[in-house]
């Protein structure tokens, strides 16, 4: 039997959808995690690889996702579920292993939290100290309670939507900390396009990032992504594996697009493939 016990955190009785729970996720929360940048708390989830307990000599690579209600268990979410649980029983035997820690939005707050510029009809502005709570302080904790590899080489942001916008934002206000951004269909569109201006002004970006769009999105969404795309590869992103674009045939704005394409993407996210 492993030797669970000693892990950080409270232990997850696995979702529904675990059947047996063979090669899955070792699931741990953290309670009440107190953000002093937002005056709020949350209770966080951290899904462990499967062999964690078994190498107690080994780090791990690090994945903060947005949106976490709706990242393992579909009862717990609210738009369905991106199927993290079994992507990561999936990849594991294959080699390639991470943390994911899930974020849960705060409900009312998720615009004001993820738009990090204010919107006239939205609100939001608060997404700059939402960056500063993931960096300075979730991920501070998760590296001082979990194996993983602090640096930015080992640490990953990602969500989809609103999800996908601030992680963009927030790797490009930490790129120090963090080295690869998962932007999914992301609302470039909020605060009247504002990200746009905001990123030429920025010194320095995100090494690696992933972006993406599904072509059953409306043609806005499509518009606006393949804008941030060529200005990215206008920003010195066309070295080979600093930018992973995908544009997916009939796929939609919804969580089983990003679930498909979280799997696909999750070698590269973590520099495995």
Do not use: C
Request: charged content about 25%; hydrophobic content about 40%; overall charge negative.
């Amino acid at each position: 039997m492993l030797d669970t016990d000693t892990l950080p955190g409270e232990a997850l009785p696995l979702p529904a959808v675990a059947r047996d729970g063979a090669g899955w996720p070792l699931l741990r929360v953290l309670r009440a995690v107190r953000s002093p940048e937002l005056g709020n708390e949350r209770d966080i989830v951290v899904a462990l690889p499967p062999r964690y307990a078994e190498q107690p000599e080994r780090r791990w690579p690090v994945l903060y996702l947005q949106d976490g209600q709706n990242l393992i268990d579909p009862a717990a979410s609210y738009a369905g579920h991106w199927q993290v649980g079994e992507t990561l029983a999936y990849w594991a035997p294959r080699g390639v292993e991470a943390i994911v820690v899930a974020i849960p939005n705060m409900g009312a707050e998720r615009l004001q939290e993820y738009g990090a510029f204010a919107d006239p009809r939205h609100g939001g502005g608060r997404g700059g100290r939402y960056a500063r709570f993931v960096v300075e302080t979730l991920k501070r904790r998760i590296d001082e309670e979990f194996r993983t590899v602090a640096g930015p080489e080992g640490t990953v942001m990602g969500g989809s939507s609103m999800g996908g916008l601030i992680s963009l934002v927030t790797g490009a206000l930490f790129p120090h900390a963090i080295g690869t951004v998962l932007v999914m269909s992301p609302s470039l569109w909020y605060a009247q396009w504002r990200v746009f201006d905001w990123l030429e002004a920025r010194p320095h970006l995100p090494r690696r990032i992933h972006l993406d769009v599904g072509l059953a999105e409306p043609d806005e969404e499509i518009y606006d992504v393949r804008r941030l795309a060529r200005w990215l590869l206008d920003h010195e992103y066309t070295v080979p594996g600093t930018l992973r674009f995908i544009e997916a045939e009939e796929e939609g704005h919804n969580e089983a697009a990003w679930a498909r394409r979280f799997r696909e993407a999750l070698p590269w996210l973590v520099g495995a493939g």
